[in-house]
Each structure stands twice: as structure tokens, then as C-alpha cells.
């Protein structure tokens, strides 16, 4: 699937041309709060504080983005495109993957709440824009946690998808896929072009330095609207409340089997 062009002119016809034979992963990443950041609920209950949080790329998309850049600089591609969507406030995690080492970012912009399908259908047609080799994101973001996108993206699309990387490796037409179930590893291998979404032990993230972040700045940031993608956004799911999770309740220590029971007696566990 390597196809090598030399760039003789700058007419839209020939750059389209020349972009169609380059080997290109696309990678999808998500704005949410930083992980570090303590969530605290609305007193009313519709959702989650959000003013004043820091924000950061979706650890899980962090690691699709560190894999991404590995691939190229093995020479298993030739450019690595990032892609979110979200309002205008989600530029910066696109310049930071940018300052990782991705070439190019595009921004999907809008203020309205994104549902899992929503995003397929828009990362869809950036998928058919771009014509990837490949399309990594993380299994899940970590503010909602629905583990859907990258599924139902691969099904719009028609294509393989592995889910769940621990261990990815690529040829001209294959990739090979290790992911971590119940029984151990299990190992896929699909076809070219594919999906792929990546877990926790696939990488550790590269630390970004000043000087990328430069560098960054000057990359090329392409920003489109849903409708200019043919894509109207409808809301399938109402948010009816906002809990925080119970408090746990102080444990207890024990000496002995007969304390055991008797403090799971007195909590209704044993009868």
C-alpha cells in the first residue's frame, strides 16, 4: 500500500492526488476534565463543575496518539493526522498532540453534547476525507466511559476493528492486534484499513517540551463544521440527573473468624 509521489506543482488536483498516496493514520481524541482533577456534582444535580477545571486529552487517546507517531517513525506511515470534536476551547489538546509529533489536526466544532454515534457519523466522514491507512482512538473516554465510538465508527465504515490494545503491529495490509481478556491475550489480525482502539498497556505517552510546543503552533489546524460534513446533530439520550457516587463506609479490622462474621452480621451480609 506504499505509494511514493514527487510533488511537481501546487494545483488542488495534484495535492489531492499526491495526499491520496500517502500511507496516513488518523487519530481521534476527546477533551475532557484532567484525570487529576477532583469531579464535583452541581448542587441542582444537572451535571458535573466544570468552571475553572483543567483539561487534557483523553488519556486512552494520549497512548492512540503516542502509537500513531511510533508507527511513523518506524516508517510504517508517512503522516498522522488528529482529529476532535468539540467547541473552540478543544484547540489546545489538538496543538498538544500536534507538539507530540502529529502533522496536521482538524477540528470538528461545536458546542452541543456529542453522543457516541453522532461522532462516528463525523469521524466518518473525515475518515472518507482523509482516506487513512488506519484509525486508532482510546477504548473509552474517561468523563463518560461508553467504550462505543471506535465500534460503531468501524461498522458505518464497513471495516475490521480490534478493540482493546495492549500490542499492535502493522504490515502493508494486516495489522495484528494483542489484547488483554479474562483467559490472557488474545491476538486478531484484520485487514487494512481498520479501527483500532488502544488500552492502557499499549505505551506511555511521550513528555512534550517546550520547543515542540513552538513548533506546534506553526502545524496546520483545519477547522469544519458538522453541516459543512452533511451531518445534523440530533440528541438520542435526556440527562435527567447528575449523583455523585455514595460515600464508602470506614472499614474495620479483625482478629479473628468469629469478629468476621459477626461485623458481616451486623451489616446484613450473613444471617
Known sequence: MSCRCRVRGVTPERHSRILQCMKRILVAIKRVVDFNVRIRVKPDGSGVMLDGVKWSINPFDEIAVEEALRIKERGGAEEVVVASIGPADCQPQLRTALAMGADRALHVETTEAIEPLTAAKLLLKLVERESPLLVLMG???????????????????????????????????????????????????????????????????????????????????????????????????????TEAPSVRKKGVMVTTADELVAALKQRGVLS
Not at 187 to 194: F, K, N, Q
Open 139 to 241: 477504548k473509552q473516554a474517561i468523563d463518560d466511559d461508553n467504550n462505543q465510538t471506535g465500534q460503531m465508527l468501524a461498522a458505518l465504515w464497513n471495516r475490521p476493528q480490534a478493540t482493546f490494545a495492549s500490542k499492535l503491529e502493522l504490515t502493508d495490509t494486516t495489522a495484528r492486534v494483542a489484547r488483554e481478556v479474562d483467559a490472557g491475550l488474545e491476538t486478531l489480525e484484520v485487514d487494512l484499513p481498520a479501527v483500532v482502539t488502544t488500552d492502557l498497556r499499549l505505551n506511555e505517552p511521550r513528555y512534550v517540551k517546550l520547543p515542540e510546543i513552538m513548533k506546534a503552533k506553526k502545524k496546520p489546524l483545519l477547522t469544519l463544521k458538522p453541516d459543512e460534513l452533511g451531518i445534523t446533530l440530533t440528541k438520542r439520550l435526556k440527562l435527567l440527573k
